[in-house]
């Protein structure tokens, strides 16, 4: 069996949420004992960017949220008011995968709204409430247009973003919005300048204005897919990195010796770029 569960950015922030846990709670308000060890959810964001934005599985039944085996995986913190939380009874996902905007492959309702299947659902023609039920041919075809094998039946026209594929399994979930903000800004208030923490590029210094300014990625000391527990994501866990340098520790599945060899190896060589060369 598969669910759909629903939440509202404007009552909970949902894309911190999935950015700093592996390991998640949901409210369900309804089919509390449809649930079973195993079932695949797909986590949905409501509003104007609204979509399949996750997938994980049930690892945990519906239970009050107090009795649940890892509470410090609850995100209370990121209620707006506790009373917009739509039931005391949570379910416990493990999440694989996180696509927090198109140009990482979330699945768009303004294209599955047109789907021959999925437009059928509920979450497309009422979409009230938190708990969604997919039948097993939506679930088929959610799953696979998650993975962006589209039917050849299907007639539709869809698109996804090509050019760094390899990267999803390794940082998707470093897309918090809010993390990156706070961390350039920790960061400008140390520095001065945004600068690649290994090799020291400042993109404003070499790119015109207009690109360069505040354009910077951010790595996971620690990748989130090798952490098997619950974690919540703080700044100091966060590296300030150019794509060169981000891609070449995704290089091997070894990140955190790749990270050691680059920190090393700039730590020694005359052309580091930085304000004293």
């Given amino acids: 069996m598969a669910w759909i569960l629903q939440g509202n950015p404007n009552r909970f922030d949902i894309d911190d949420y999935l950015s700093r846990y592996s390991y ?16 695949i959810v797909f986590i949905w964001r409501a509003g104007e960017e609204s979509g399949a934005i996750a997938i994980g599985l049930v690892k945990e039944l519906p239970i009050s949220r107090g009795d649940v085996k890892k509470p410090e995986a609850l995100g209370d913190d990121l209620w707006v008011s506790r009373q917009d939380e739509p039931s005391e009874i ?20 303004k294209f599955l709204k047109i789907h021959p299947v999925i437009s059928k659902n509920r979450i497309i023609t ?21 993975k962006d094998k589209y039917p050849v039946d299907s007639n539709m026209s869809f698109s996804a973003t090509e050019g760094t594929r390899q990267l999803k399994s390794h940082y998707r979930r470093e897309r918090s919005r809010k993390l990156i903000s706070l961390k350039k800004e920790q960061y400008k208030k140390l520095n001065g300048l945004l600068r690649c923490e290994i090799c020291g590029l400042s993109f404003i210094e070499i790119y015109p204005e207009s690109l360069g300014e505040d354009f910077i990625e951010v ?6 897919s090798q952490i098997e527990n619950v974690v919540r994501t703080m700044l100091d866990d966060l590296l300030l990195v150019c794509a060169n340098c981000h891609r070449t520790i995704h290089r091997t599945k070894d990140c955190e010796k790749n990270l050691e060899l680059l920190l090393n190896h700039f730590s020694k060589i005359k052309y580091r770029l930085t304000p004293d060369t």
Wanted: glycine letters at 6%; proline letters at 5%; aromatic letters at 8%.
């Fill in 219 to 224: 790595h996971h000391k620690t990748p989130l």
């Fill in 24 to 39: 998640i709670y949901w409210s369900v308000s309804t089919n509390q004992k449809d649930f079973v060890i195993g079932d």
């Fill in 126 to 146: 009422k979409p009230v409430g938190t708990v969604f039920r997919l039948n097993s041919e939506e679930e088929h075809v959610l799953s696979n247009l998650w």
């Fill in 90 to 109: 949570k379910v416990g996902i493990e999440i694989e995968e996180v696509k927090l905007t198109p140009e990482e492959g979330m699945l768009e309702r």
